[in-house]
């Protein structure tokens, strides 16, 4: 894989046409870069170490004879931080909202990551994806209504024997574009116009106001 220059970043770039941005989001250790690898590499190597930085995985494809380019994001440690920096959410066009089926915490977290998500892209598609089921494939006639409540598409898969996984990322690729087709740009032109604000006036002014200790005299 490339290392990748600064233009990677370069984020005016999903302005074009052909190319979308898709983010992965959930609990540190759920499977999203193993879900990532599995779809983009078709193979899967267990392995314990987590990712510790940005990483774009890049997939070139074909929708109705048109190049399409992909950029999956995908980060980590998110756990530990709880939230994501906002240049990850700018501009993404479809968002793969991960849990692991084994670990009911990482389910009880999904309703944090999704209004985080919402606050950033309020409009754009998001898969729910139930990861492990390989581990026991009971769990799958174990009803998870989050997905049902907000009215999103839900998926059970697994990284480890490859379950539903090109299914979800195809249909991730299929929502993004046709996002991307149909939004007014309108959403678009007001999310970078509240950019340009400094993002820190927002919590200020919902903060109290601090006493202040200016003028006082030191008593002494
Ligand atoms: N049994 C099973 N284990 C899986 C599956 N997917 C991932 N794992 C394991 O779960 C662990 C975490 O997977 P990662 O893909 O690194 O998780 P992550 O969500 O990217 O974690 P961070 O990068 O820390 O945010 C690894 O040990 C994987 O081998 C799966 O479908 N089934
Ligand atoms: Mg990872």
Known sequence: MDAGGISDLDLEKYDSDEQVKIICLGDSAVGKSKLMERFLMDGYRPQQLSTYALTLYKYTTTINGQTVLVDFWDTAGQERFRSMHPSYYHKAHACVMVFDVQRKITYKNLPNWYK?????????????????????????????NFAKKQGLPFYFVSAADGTNVVKVFKDAIQMALSYKKNSSDFMDEVMRELENFD???KEESSDKEEETQEGKPDSA
């Not at 985080?116 to 006639?141: F, G, M």
Request: proline share 6%.
């Open 199 to 201: 993002l820190e006036s």
């Open 116 to 144: 985080e998500l919402r606050e950033y892209r309020p409009e754009i598609p998001c898969l729910v994806v139930a990861n492990k089921i390989d581990a026991d494939i009971k769990v799958t006639q174990k009803s998870f």
